[in-house]
Nanobody, 122 residues
Framework: EVQLVESGGGSVQAGGSLRLSCVVS?????????RAWFRQAPGKEREGVAV???????EYADSVKGRFTISRDNPKSIVYLQMDNLKVEDTGMYYC???????????????WGHGTQVTVTS
């Protein structure tokens, strides 16, 4: 069973920064080497934010390009999401996921954390 535990959420003013962390265990999941962040705002569908492959390839949602950075520490099995210049519209529950493709579509992801809340105030 794959377990994902997110942390680092909180409340911040617009323009501020947060760094989310997600510990994945076990560290290796056969066939599922992609680590991603998704988010869901109240009343909206879940959307992909950023994904990173084991070798470093990345994809970002257009809405966060230039502001968010995904990274991973493979030996420690941690994936991070550095969020800078946060906007009110970034508010939502952020989920870490393990998946099978470099994709921001949640159909490729089998394992999910419980989420960490990010609230950006004006």
């Amino acid at each position: 069973e794959v377990q994902l535990v997110e942390s680092g959420g909180g409340s911040v003013q617009a323009g501020g920064s947060l760094r989310l962390s997600c510990v994945v265990s076990p560290s290796y999941v056969h066939g599922r080497t992609y680590r991603a962040w998704f988010r869901q705002a109240p009343g909206k569908e879940r959307e992909g934010v950023a994904v990173m492959g084991y070798g470093g390839a990345t994809e970002y949602a257009d809405s966060v390009k230039g502001r968010f950075t995904i990274s991973r520490d493979n030996p420690k099995s941690i994936v991070y999401l550095q969020m800078d210049n946060l906007k009110v519209e970034d508010t939502g529950m952020y989920y870490c996921a393990v998946g099978r493709a470099l994709s921001l579509t949640d159909l490729w992801y089998n394992d999910w954390g419980h989420g960490t809340q990010v609230t950006v105030t004006s």
